[in-house]
C-alpha cells in the first residue's frame, strides 16, 4: 500500500548512519562507552540521577517492578487504555493487575478518583501510562500513593521531554520506563530506558539488566575487574553501543521533534476545533508534551462510526490511520466482564489517531482535515 499520508515515518538521516560506523568500525559493539554517554545524556535530559538503558521498554518495566520487589501476591493499579506491554510486565511478576478507568473523552489518562476506588489491602504499586505524552494527573496520583504508601511507576513511552507543571515526565514517580521503539518520538529501533534518583534501585536494576553479575565485559576488557559474582536472579536486558550511538544521535533531534510536532498540533486544532462531530482530547493542556499521537473521538453527533470513518480515509484518500488502545481488559488474555471501565470502552470505540511525526507537513495535515471534513459532510 502506497499511503499519501502515512501514520509515522522515521527521522533518520546520514547522522544516525554516520553514527552506527563509528561504532562498528570501533570494534566494540555491545553495551561500553557508547550505551554510558546514552544513559548520561539521557539522565540529563529527565534530571533525575540515574538511567539505565535496557532492549526496550518491556524490559524496562519489567526490571522497575522486580527492583521494587512487586511480587506473587501484590495487586499493581493499571490503565486499560495502554499498550499490552504495561499490563504483561506486572504479570510476569507474578503480581495482578488491576484496571482503573480513565479521566473522560477529553482526559485519556488514569483517572484518580478510579485509583482511589481500586485500592485494596494487596495493592502495592500504581503503574500509570502518560497517553500520547500528556501527564497524568499527578498532584492527584501522588496524593493518593503518598497517602496509602504506594509505590508510583510510571510508563513513559509516550512521553521523553514531556513536562509536567516543569517537571519531566520519568522524574516524577520512584521509576520510570522509555520506549526507543521504531514508531516513539525518538528511536533506537527496539531500545528503553529505566530513570530513578535512588541510588539502590538504580544499583538493582544494573545488576538485574545482566544476569545478576556484578561486573560487566566492558568493565573487564578495560582492565577494571577479572571476575564476577551472580548474586540476583537476573536477566539478560542489555542494549548494546550500536543502538545508544543510534540513541545519542536521535537525543539530540528531540528538541526540534517536539517542536515540530506541536506547530502540527496547533494546525490540526486550528482546522478541526470547529467540527462538531470530533472531541481534541487535551487540547486546553499548559504543559508541555511530547504530542507522541494525535488522537480525535468521534462525537454523538457523528452520522457514521469509527470504523467506516477510517475505512474511507485509507481507501479513499490514503491516510493511514490508527486507534490507541483497544483497551488491555478486553483481550482474550486479560478478559473480565467484571470489570467495567465505561470511559475506557467509550474512548476506545470513538478514537482515531492521525498522521503526526517530524517530517509531516502542514500541507499534508491540512489534506488530513479537509479529507475528513468531506467524509463527515456527506
Ligand atoms: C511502545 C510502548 C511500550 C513498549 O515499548 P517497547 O520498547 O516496544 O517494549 C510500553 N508502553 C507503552 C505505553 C508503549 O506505547
Not at 535512588?198 to 538485574?208: G, M, P, T
Not at 508541555?288 to 452520522?303: D, G, H, W
Not at 509531516?360 to 468531506?374: E, R
Amino acid at each position: 500500500m502506497k499511503w499519501k499520508v502515512p501514520l509515522f515515518d522515521l527521522n533518520f538521516d546520514s547522522k544516525e548512519e554516520e553514527a552506527v560506523i563509528e561504532v562498528i568500525r570501533s570494534k566494540w559493539i555491545s553495551a561500553g562507552k557508547k550505551t554510558k554517554e546514552f544513559e548520561n545524556a539521557f539522565a540529563k535530559l529527565i534530571g533525575v540521577k540515574h538511567a539505565i538503558a535496557v532492549s526496550n521498554c518491556t524490559a524496562a518495566l519489567h526490571l522497575a517492578l522486580v527492583a521494587l520487589d512487586i511480587k506473587e501476591g501484590d495487586e499493581v493499579i493499571v490503565p486499560s487504555l495502554t499498550f499490552v506491554a504495561t499490563v504483561n510486565a506486572v504479570k510476569y511478576t507474578g503480581a495482578t493487575p488491576v484496571f482503573a478507568d480513565i479521566i473522560s473523552k477529553e482526559d485519556l489518562t488514569i483517572s484518580p478518583e478510579d485509583i482511589e476506588r481500586k485500592i485494596t489491602p494487596k495493592t502495592k504499586a500504581v503503574l500509570i501510562m502518560h497517553y500520547g505524552g500528556f501527564a497524568c494527573n499527578m498532584d492527584e496520583i501522588k496524593e493518593i500513593t503518598g497517602k496509602n504508601n504506594l509505590l508510583l511507576i510510571e510508563d513513559v513511552a509516550h512521553a521523553p521531554g514531556a513536562e509536567y507543571k516543569g517537571r519531566k515526565l520519568g522524574s516524577l514517580g520512584d521509576m520510570a520506563a522509555f520506549s526507543f521503539y521504531s514508531n516513539k518520538n525518538i528511536t533506537t529501533g527496539e531500545g528503553g530506558m529505566i530513570v530513578t534518583d535512588d541510588d539502590n534501585l538504580a544499583q538493582k536494576a544494573r545488576l538485574l539488566r545482566s544476569h545478576g553479575m556484578t561486573t560487566t565485559s566492558y568493565d573487564r576488557f578495560k582492565g577494571h575487574a577479572t571476575n564476577y559474582d551472580v548474586v540476583e536472579l537476573g536477566y539478560n536486558y542489555r542494549i548494546d553501543d550500536i543502538r545508544s550511538a543510534i540513541g545519542i544521535t536521535q537525543l539530540s533531534k528531540l528538541d526540534s521533534d517536539l517542536d515540530k510536532r506541536k506547530l502540527l498540533v496547533n494546525r490540526y486544532y486550528d482546522n478541526l476545533c470547529d467540527v462538531n462531530e470530533l472531541i481534541l482530547p487535551f487540547k486546553y493542556r499548559k504543559d508541555k508534551s511530547s504530542n507522541y499521537i494525535f488522537p480525535v473521538i468521534l462525537s454523538e453527533k457523528c452520522r457514521i462510526s469509527r470504523d467506516e470513518l477510517r475505512e474511507q480515509l485509507e481507501k479513499e484518500f490514503l491516510i493511514q490511520t490508527s486507534i490507541h488502545y483497544q483497551p488491555v481488559h478486553m483481550f482474550s488474555k486479560y478478559y473480565d466482564k467484571s470489570r467495567l471501565l465505561p470511559n475506557t470502552v467509550n474512548v476506545f470505540n470513538n478514537e482515531v489517531s492521525l498522521p503526526l511525526y517530524y517530517n509531516l507537513t502542514i500541507d499534508k495535515v491540512d489534506y488530513v482535515c479537509s479529507s475528513i471534513k468531506l467524509i463527515l459532510d456527506r
